[in-house]
């Protein structure tokens, strides 16, 4: 299954950290002094380990001011939202090379997996524990700085280019479809989680497969 990712770079939840780093990936030259590139690669390690986001140990590391490291950032809750959106597009880069159904199982088949690999983020378990209030905040937000905006575009636009191809016959608009997964992703996964529970996977898939 192949799908074209939404563009981010004219949104304005995208920190200019995020930006330069995605940039880097496309082919600029990085140079050799500290650049928002870096910041946010760093930021990310700091995220992978476990650790929560400490802008003035990154501005330290980073051998930058802290106002050059808010100036690349926009502030610490902009650039935390980046470095878990990050994870986000690696599990569903991944998800869509796994279907080997087609139609709705093979939408189901990507989605599981994307779920799945939220659950096994360790990194993700931490930072939830960490600073509970605004991470759930920047999961769940419907607007602005959040995830979930970002996250029901990229699976409307899978959706959109499988209906497109001929692949998939949705029962609801892919908007609304796309939109609703991704509430159940926040329910059985990040709420979950955050509650000290273990998400239910089996159930999750059901209610998933009920609604495609």
Do not use: C
């Not at 500290?34 to 390690?45: G, N, Q, S």
């Not at 990194?123 to 602005?144: C, K």
């Amino acid at each position: 299954m192949s799908v074209l990712l939404p563009n981010y770079s004219d949104l304005d939840q995208a920190s200019p950290a995020y930006l330069a780093a995605q940039a880097e990936k496309s082919g600029e030259r990085s140079r050799k002094r500290a650049t928002a590139a870096d910041a946010f690669r760093l930021a990310r390690a700091m995220f992978d380990d476990g650790k929560a986001l400490d802008m003035v140990a990154l501005a330290r590391e980073l051998g930058v001011a802290r106002g050059t490291l808010y100036r690349w950032a926009n502030n610490r809750e902009r650039l935390l939202a980046d470095v878990m959106w990050s994870l986000a597009e690696e599990l569903f880069e991944e998800s869509l090379r796994v279907p080997t159904g087609t139609g709705a199982e093979a939408l189901a088949q990507g989605i599981g997996h994307f779920i799945r690999g939220l659950t096994a983020s360790e990194a993700l378990r931490a930072a939830i524990h960490q600073d509970n209030e605004a991470v759930m905040s920047i999961l769940t937000r419907r607007r602005g700085s959040g995830i979930q905006e970002r996250a029901v575009a990229m699976l409307q636009a899978a959706i959109e280019n499988m209906v497109r191809q001929g692949w998939y016959e949705p029962r609801l608009a892919p908007q609304v479809l796309a939109y609703a997964i991704v509430r159940i992703i926040e329910g059985f996964v990040y709420h979950d989680i955050s509650a000290g529970i273990e998400p239910d996977l089996v159930a999750a898939d059901q209610v998933v497969r009920t609604l495609l």
